[in-house]
């Protein structure tokens, strides 16, 4: 295959993101934990959730790689399985802020008038309470568990893509093309679908990329104060919740978690950075 026919993953962003060092370890670690919480109940041979209180505060050994619990359950077994929670939730919540407020950005920035100051008003005194109290008053709404925790850390966020969508727009439909455009009779849906949200695009992909790390950090927060995911489902942030009583016995339990919560969210923003250099037009011209 050649020409226009031939699919060359080096010259796309993903390809121009993971020839950079720091793009190439965030994203192999990545891969890895989703292959981890995807592959889960074949690569381990304990169950996460069935309990073995003679097994209780085993350090990590060559059984036990990363010790047990307070129950006796496999640690890493339910590190395991807490990122298939913390990923999915993180990811979900995350794709449903993209979603709605792209949605409601772009037609706020198009059409503007009254529609565009409600969205403005509603989105400016969301946007002037921290994430983790929206989150928490949320939840205290919905109550606790996996979709109460999807809905309000989707709601937190909402703000953050709904704001830069409708700045993009605004600032995208001015050109002369999208006037062009409409003079040749093209509908508003057609302009926004074909013209401008593909173009707007890309800073909402890395914006979501580096909201997906707080996201899990606000995930592991609802879990650690119990209001994520309920037992025995795990979490890493109910393993931390957890393990503060067994600090001083068995410290594994909280820092092990608290290490997986750490790397994944800084692989995520090196992998961020390296998207934003991929996309950085004046970078790539540098580079060839």
């Known amino acids: ?45 304990y169950d996460y959730d ?42 979900i919540a995350i794709g449903i802020s993209v979603f709605c407020g792209m949605c409601l950005g772009a037609a706020a920035g198009y059409f503007g008038g009254r529609f565009d100051r409600a969205v403005t008003a509603v989105v400016d005194l969301t946007w002037s309470f921290p994430e983790i109290l929206v989150a928490l008053i949320l939840v205290a709404i919905i109550g606790p ?12 966020y909402l703000a953050q893509f709904t704001r830069l969508t409708r700045a993009q727009i605004m600032a995208i439909k001015s050109e002369t093309y999208i006037e062009a455009s409409l003079s ?3 509908s508003h849906g057609h302009i926004l679908m074909r013209h401008l949200l593909p173009n707007a695009l890309a800073p909402v992909i890395i914006a979501a990329m580096l909201a997906t ?30 393990g503060t009583a067994q600090m001083f016995k068995a410290p594994w339990i909280i820092i092990i978690p608290g290490v997986a919560v750490a790397v994944t969210v800084f692989a995520i923003n090196l992998f961020g950075d390296a998207l934003i250099h991929a996309l950085d037009v004046r970078a790539r011209v540098r580079e060839s």
């Open 1 to 45: 295959m050649t020409g226009y026919g031939k699919l060359n993953i080096a010259n796309t962003t993903l390809g121009r993101a993971m020839r950079r060092p720091k793009g190439m370890i965030a994203g192999a670690w990545l891969v890895m934990l989703v292959f981890v919480a995807v592959f889960a109940p074949y690569l381990t041979p």
């Open 184 to 186: 040749l009779g093209a």
């Open 145 to 156: 568990g996996v979709t109460g925790t999807m809905v309000a850390i989707g709601v937190a």
């Open 213 to 242: 790390g707080d996201a899990i950090i606000l995930e592991a927060t609802l879990g650690f104060f119990g209001l994520g995911a309920q037992p025995p489902t795990p979490s890493w942030g109910g393993l931390m919740s957890s």
């Open 50 to 91: 069935i309990q073995n209180l003679p097994n209780a505060f085993t350090p990590p050994g060559s059984e036990h790689w990363l010790g047990t619990d307070e129950f006796g359950r496999d640690l890493l077994t339910r590190i395991m399985y807490g990122a298939r929670t913390s990923l999915t939730v993180s990811t």
